[in-house]
């Protein structure tokens, strides 16, 4: 694409004097009374950049497809036509500036049309992610049978041939580390989010919010580190070799424990929103009644905003099972399938990691069998998300 | 005769004094909301507060409850009594002061629950009801007394806030008078109200009078008067007028009363 970078610029530079072509000669029309024009000069000069700028942008992101599926070049030939499509939207815009053009209306529709690319491109992307791995995952099942990769219960990659790439142990480890964390992070959350929004003076509240969500700003990178220097050899020393239940310093209790705080502020700062937004006539009717501030919480408050925090604790599950560094570092990564907590074990994404890392090939089903394993989480955390949107849906509206 | 006469008497000795409120001053923050209230409410009697926006009244009903006391900023001084105890003596629980003086509130605020959970709450939390069958009797009686049974029998595990507008306020009653309180205070109850739904509350607060002290803040004036035996007007804080319903409306003392119900201020 190097040889449309200068009609690029020189379309873009194109816009900007149109810009101010148009405001001119609006005001030149209008013949200095401005009350004369049914859209303003800001409008033309807004419209008339907008006509230069977007039509050879989208005749770029066709030619781009069209390049991606035929192999083709981009050639002087493309070039002029994308100047010959900025130049004669310039020019047919600035032409029509006269009292009674409708800029307005035509401004108004090239931003209609930006903001529905903005919306398209998050929703064509996510179509194309899971085409892409569908694709790879249909390899993979061409050379490995579905049934061993579902329901093995062993991993043991062999780059040399003859591996077993069993999803289970993986799944558990996910959802052991995942659970674990969820342990932690609902409760604590949840009970920092009631003090914060039920207790707490506005004062304390301004302050221990923002110092609460800075925890979501940490890189999860960092927490892999606590996990890896503190927290593991701490739970180590203190639990897991006075109890006799094992040596390792990674351990699913290590990952899901430094998970779990990350998870809090997920947690605490969603659900802080949601009791919030539960209306103050529902405590008073309560308190109205002689209940004490904890049995209106428990009995109203919380029985008002379940669907909220429900849906809060299911995009923590989707980040926990999702969670990659903090796994590597905590909790090791051997896949193992065991219910004791102080054991090391692994998860989906470190494997993913794993597989596609180093000198791969990628026909094999040791590399391709990372496909399968990303399509199977992402349907899982698709799922969950649905899940989370139908509860929260479900019970909307259950209190004006 | 003579039987009458008697009957007479008991009915007049029975209105005693529920509720003896003296010197009260509520501040919020820096406004002096309340300057010096002394009203005495009686038992079984509808007392009416009036008045313009802002003047006070709803203040004043919230102190009979402690309600202010949710108010962080909100300070009340002087002395409410009520039976003789004075519910702002720091041994006073207010937990258990709401309990005994129930409120009904402007917007009817029905919990997310069904209809008989809204009004076992009370009961349940206070344990008033020692088995389940305790407790399906007085959420029975409640919504009788609260003129809703009969159409919510039928649909007793449905959720409160399906019901009507006129119907939640009255199930909001009915929630209030199932932890068989001794005041009822209604605070503006049918400003939300359609003048049918209105017309069904107004029967409703005529009929608690029987068992209850009910003390209720109205922005119409010709509610006041159909309901209410005592009324009570309110301006900037102070109270000027407290009479029989009768006399402030036919013979108001005091110019500023004469002024505000004849719509000169307000």
Not at chain 1, 294 to 316: F, H
Not at chain 2, 110 to 135: E, M, Q, T
Request: glycine share 8%.
């Amino acid at each position: 694409m190097q040889s449309l970078t200068t009609p690029l610029l020189l379309i873009f530079a194109l816009a900007v004097i149109g810009y101010f072509l148009a405001k001119s000669r609006a005001l030149h029309v209008a013949g200095g009374d401005i009350r004369t024009l049914v859209s303003l000069p800001n409008q033309h000069a807004l419209n008339t950049a907008l006509s230069t700028i977007v039509p050879p942008a989208a005749a770029v992101l066709l030619f781009a497809l069209y390049a991606r599926l035929t192999g083709g070049e981009p050639n002087w030939f493309f070039s002029l036509v994308i100047l010959g499509l900025g130049v004669t939207g310039c020019a047919l815009s600035l032409i029509g500036i006269k009292t009674d053009s409708r800029a307005r209306t035509y401004a108004e529709r090239w931003i209609l049309g930006l903001l529905i690319f903005a919306s398209s491109i998050a929703i064509l992307t996510t179509i194309g992610i899971v085409f892409s791995m569908l694709f790879e995952t249909f390899n993979f099942f061409g050379q490995y049978d579905w049934r061993d990769f579902f329901f093995s219960l062993s991993w043991s990659p062999n780059f040399r041939g003859n591996s077993d790439l069993g999803i289970i142990p993986l799944l558990w480890g996910t959802l052991y580390v995942s659970f674990i964390a969820l342990l932690f992070a609902v409760p604590i959350g949840l009970f920092a989010a009631i003090y914060l929004s039920e207790y707490a003076g506005p004062r304390l509240r301004s302050i221990a919010k923002p110092a609460i969500e800075v925890l979501a700003g940490i890189p999860t990178i960092v927490y892999g580190l606590f996990a890896l220097i503190t927290v593991g050899p701490l739970l180590r020393d203190v639990f897991a070799e006075p109890m006799g239940l094992g040596q390792s310093a990674s351990s699913v209790m290590t990952a899901g424990l430094v998970m779990g705080i990350m998870l809090i502020p997920f947690v605490s700062s969603l659900s802080d929103d949601i009791i919030n937004a539960v209306p103050q006539a529902m405590r008073d009717g309560s308190l109205g009644l002689g209940a004490t501030p904890s049995e209106t919480i428990r009995q109203v408050v919380i029985p008002a905003a379940l669907p909220g925090i429900v849906g809060a604790v299911l995009l923590a599950a989707s980040r926990a099972i999702g969670e990659t560094m903090i796994v590597v570092l905590g909790a090791g990564a051997a896949a193992r399938l065991s219910l004791n907590p102080f054991e090391a074990m692994t998860t989906v994404t470190v494997k993913i990691v794993s597989q596609l890392t180093g000198d791969t090939d990628f026909a094999s089903p040791e590399t391709l069998v990372a496909f399968a394993l990303g399509l199977t989480l992402f349907v899982i955390t698709l799922g969950l998300n649905v899940f989370a949107l139908y509860i929260v849906r479900k019970y909307r509206e259950q209190y004006e | 005769m003579e039987d009458m006469v008697h009957v007479d008497r008991a009915m007049s000795t029975e209105q005693d004094i529920k509720i003896s409120a003296k010197g009260v001053q509520v501040h919020y923050a820096d406004t002096h909301a309340i300057r010096d209230v002394d009203v005495d409410i009686d038992d079984k009697t509808v007392t009416a507060f009036i008045g313009p926006s802002g003047c006070g009244k709803s203040t004043f009903l919230r102190c009979i409850n402690r309600m202010n006391d949710t108010i962080d900023i909100a300070r009340v001084t002087g002395d409410i009594r009520i039976d003789g105890e004075d519910i702002y003596d720091p041994k006073v629980d207010p937990v258990q002061l709401r309990a005994k003086v129930g409120m009904v509130f402007q917007k009817p605020n029905p919990f997310p629950k069904s209809i008989y959970d809204n009004v076992a709450y009370g009961p349940k939390i206070h344990g008033l009801a020692r088995n389940k069958a305790d407790l399906d009797e007085i959420v029975e009686k409640s919504l009788r007394k609260a003129a809703l049974w009969d159409e919510a029998k039928d649909r007793l595990t449905a959720p409160g806030t399906g019901l009507s507008g006129g119907q939640q306020q009255r199930l909001c009653i009915a929630r209030a008078i199932a932890t068989a309180p001794e005041v009822l205070l209604m605070d503006e109850p049918c400003s939300a109200l359609d003048p049918i739904a209105t017309a069904q509350v107004e029967e409703l607060i005529d009929e608690l009078r029987r068992s209850f002290s009910v003390v209720i803040v109205t922005h119409s004036m010709q509610q006041a008067a159909r309901v209410s035996q005592k009324t009570a007007f309110f301006h900037l804080g102070n109270l000027v007028e407290y009479d029989d319903t009768d006399k402030i409306f036919t013979n108001p003392q005091d110019p500023r009363t004469e002024s505000y119900i004849s719509g000169r201020i307000g």
